[in-house]
């Protein structure tokens, strides 16, 4: 239904566009057609009908903008109605009530200027609208926007009475022959081209990251409606700055776990090339942690300090670590070009934080995190509650991800197991299944054979989480389910559904069970799932600082340097993203929208957030404190959170090929800098 509405809207305007440059053409011809009393009615019918079906075309858009408004809220909407009605409206409604009703044969020049003028400046805003909702989206309506859009149409208003009305002046003496007008137009036509083809190139090259560049923006800074004074001292160039806060800036290599302490847990990740086999004998030329991907499984008990010391054996490009879900130090948290440099072929860096939260989480390498993940540069990490007692239940961790073949297929495959697996488990074990999606898609996960229960997602424990039967589990990128059931005598099968065979996995007690899977039922609604309970945030928190942010889709737009389809964020994509300036002790409130056709998990670093609401109703089930909010098209997510933990945190989409198009942003802590930068004269591309 929103795909269906948003791509009428995109249709409409797009018709738009052919009408009245159709309509101009025909109010155009009015200026040619001399003594000639019945060619001056053609053109004036053609002329007119151009405008009311224009007119309608508008009206019909206008519709479809009020059904958006109803089923999805003022956010989808507010942009077109502040910046694209005004365009579209103002000039029809001056040529129906002004121009068209004084215009006859007998009517002075003048009239005919001011039709023929009005008819094109209603093309030109059908022109702007259609360019401003496939390439320069406004998402949130600013004075700005609204100047240079506003501006322009007027501006070309006075260029076209300019133009048309000297035209029409040399007409009276003499008309042009056919051929001359085709040369005329055709030139015309070369001219919009070119000055298209150089706006192209242009900001292609205007958009090219620079060799040396800082990831936090204060050009783009929102101070969310809070103290906007906050950003004096995130500069890296702090000393220039004439700080009102007395604290002094602090760098994010300060902000580490503890140096010297004995770790409980140590671990070494060794990062190398390495090929690898999926059950069904593909081999795949991996990226692996240990040899292996997923890498060595981390578990740790809560509290634990833990010591992990990355060693890159021949990742050429660098490599980092970053622990997804995990709310560590920023000095730890993994980002070339923000916390650290990209750790190099032969060198090595040691990570070391206490782990405070239980659950499943997982790690993966930050460096180019598109290509790296997808090449098998993560692994899961799995923090135990400090009270655990011994039980022999099955645990196990299953890691859903998108493997390529060397020809470039996408095989995916659970942990490494592209067909479907067979396991014996004894009757009356209690089983937990950590579900990992480690791929940028959402994945759909069911369970036949045996009531469940969703115990935990993000490793937050759900309250009091009710049986499920036939329900299917949606995880977005980056995202985890903890699944329990106890295992019955008969089989019980995992499957992860897409288009063509499923796979998964079949528990039986003899290893040998028929794999039955459900492949049909209702998606589990997580914010109506399970018991509400006490939580720090609700509908009726005040927030120090509020933040809204529209993820879109436009059709054509450029991010460092590459032209074509982008995905942005309140219009923009990275470095032109809103940087969230916060304070210590900030409650913090952020409003997701997604206006786009694609599903956007937008993970915070080193913070969880609450849900609040979700397509403006407060949740109903058990609290929900994820890292990755996954939000599909149409839907509307306020999450809120504590600003407790300083530093310059990531916060993008985790279907990584968006981040690496310019999907990201920063939460950014004031008087906390960087001495690190990103860039092609540095090793560092986090993406
Ligand atoms: Cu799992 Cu910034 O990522
Ligand atoms: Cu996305």
Redesign the pocket.
């Known amino acids: 239904m929103f795909e269906f509405l948003m791509g009428v809207e995109f249709l409409l305007l797009l018709v738009l566009v052919g009408v009245s440059g159709a309509t101009g053409y025909a109010a155009n011809h009015l200026k040619y057609v001399g003594e000639s009393e019945s060619s001056f009615r053609l053109w004036l019918k053609a002329a007119k009908v151009g405008v009311y079906i224009g007119t309608a075309l508008i009206m019909v858009w206008a519709l479809d903008i009020m059904i958006i408004f109803e089923n999805y809220g003022w956010l989808f909407i507010m942009d077109r109605v502040l910046n694209l009605l005004p365009l579209l409206s103002l000039p029809a409604a001056i040529v129906l009530i002004f121009a068209l009703p004084n215009l006859s044969r007998e009517a002075n020049k003048k009239s005919l200027l001011f039709f023929i003028v009005s008819v094109h400046v209603m093309t030109v805003g059908a022109v702007l609208a259609f360019f401003l909702v496939t390439i320069d989206i406004p998402a949130i309506p600013n004075t700005k926007d609204l100047l240079i859009y506003g501006g322009a149409l007027i501006i070309s208003a006075g260029l076209l009475w300019l133009y048309h009305g000297r035209r029409i002046r040399i007409l009276e003496k003499r008309l042009p022959r056919f051929s001359i007008r085709i040369i005329r137009g055709a030139v015309y036509f070369v001219l919009v081209f070119v000055v298209a083809i150089t706006g192209l190139v242009v900001s292609q090259r205007m958009s090219e990251f620079p060799g040396r560049m800082n990831m936090v923006h204060h050009h783009t800074a929102d101070f969310g409606g809070g103290d906007s004074s906050l950003d004096e001292n995130t500069n890296a160039h702090h000393d220039d700055h004439d700080s009102n806060s007395d604290s002094k800036p602090i760098s994010v290599v300060e902000l580490k776990g503890p140096q010297t302490d004995i770790p409980d847990k140590k671990y070494v990740l060794y990062a190398e090339t390495k090929k690898i086999r999926l059950a069904s004998g593909e081999t795949i030329e991996a990226w692996t942690f240990n040899g292996q991907s997923p890498g060595p499984e981390l578990v740790a008990n809560e509290g634990d300090l833990v010591e992990v010391r990355l060693v890159n054996k021949n990742i050429d490009s660098g490599v980092t670590i ?1 622990w ?1 879900g995990v709310d560590v130090p920023n000095g730890e948290d993994g980002v070339p070009g923000m916390t650290q440099d990209a750790v190099m072929p032969g060198e090595s860096y040691t990570y070391r934080f206490v782990v405070n939260e239980e659950g499943t989480h997982w790690y ?1 390498s ?1 460096q180019q ?1 598109s290509i790296q993940v997808q090449k098998g540069l993560f692994g899961a990490f799995i923090i135990h509650p400090s009270s655990q007692h011994e039980t022999k239940t099955m645990d196990t961790t299953i890691v859903a991800h998108d493997w390529i073949t060397p020809d470039g297929r996408n095989i995916p495959a659970l942990d490494t197991a592209d067909t479907f697996q067979r396991k014996m488990v004894n009757p009356g074990t209690p089983v937990r299944l950590r579900l990992v999606n480690a791929g940028n898609l959402t994945r759909t996960f069911s369970l036949n054979g045996v009531p469940f229960k969703v115990v935990a997602i993000d490793g937050f424990e759900l309250n009091e989480p009710g049986t499920l039967t036939t329900s299917l589990l949606r995880i977005g990128g ?1 995202g985890r389910y903890d699944v329990e059931f106890i295992m019955p005598d008969t089989a019980v099968t995992l499957a992860m559904l897409m288009e063509g065979k499923p796979i998964g996995i079949v528990y039986s007690p003899d290893g040998h069970g028929k794999q039955n899977v459900l492949d049909e039922g209702e998606v589990l609604d997580i914010t109506k799932y399970g018991s509400p309970a006490q939580t720090p945030f609700n509908t009726s928190t005040v927030f120090d600082r509020t933040f809204t942010l529209i993820l879109d889709q436009t059709y054509f737009g450029v991010y460092n340097g590459e032209a074509g389809q982008q995905w942005v964020i309140n219009g923009k994509t990275f470095p032109d993203t809103p940087t969230l300036m916060v304070k210590e002790g900030d409650l913090v409130k952020t409003t997701f929208v997604n206006r786009s056709f694609a599903d956007h998990p937008m ?1 915070l ?1 080193g913070h969880h957030v609450q849900v609040i609401s979700k397509n403006g109703k407060p949740i109903s089930g058990s609290p929900l404190v994820l890292d990755t909010v996954n939000i599909e098209p149409g839907e509307t997510f306020e999450v809120a959170f504590l600003a407790n933990n300083p530093g310059l945190w ?1 916060d ?1 989409c ?1 279907n990584l090929d968006h981040a690496q198009k310019g999907m990201t942003m920063h939460v950014a802590y004031e008087n906390v800098y960087t001495p690190f930068a990103i860039g092609s004269e540095t090793v560092n591309s986090p993406e």
């Open positions: 970053h997804h993966h930050h995190s980056g993970h670093h990531m993008h985790h």
